[in-house]
């Protein structure tokens, strides 16, 4: 379907990420972006909108809450099993997301930036 309807929330947040040699990289913080694309899968709902801006922005901010003002690195799934990049942050968000989502709405991208000039893609 050819619309898309996005949101860019923001959060802070700290990690240190798990290097090749096991090592930890220096604690430091970021005030994270994110910006969530979301398609119609059957076209335009009754009112003429692929979903709600509002449920978007209330649906996201679920997802990034328990990472808001929180070291990556002690929240799960990060604590072990991913490692809290830019990358897997995205990842985290978009398969946590997804599920919530209305039948008729597909996750299209999850964006994510470190910093105003870094910035990773998920595309399920």
Known sequence: MPFEISTTREFAAAHALRLYDASL????????????TVSATTGLDSIGVVMDFHELERLV???ILPLHNRHLNDV?????????????????I?????PAL???VRLTRVEVWETSTNLATYIP
């Open 94 to 98: 978009g398969q946590t997301l997804a």
């Open 102 to 104: 209305p039948s008729t």
């Open 76 to 92: 799960p799934p990060f604590t072990s099993d991913l490692n809290p990049s830019a990358e897997n942050v995205a990842l985290h």
């Open 61 to 63: 901010d679920w997802v």
């Open 25 to 36: 990289e220096p604690l430091h913080g970021h005030n994270w972006r994110i910006r969530v």
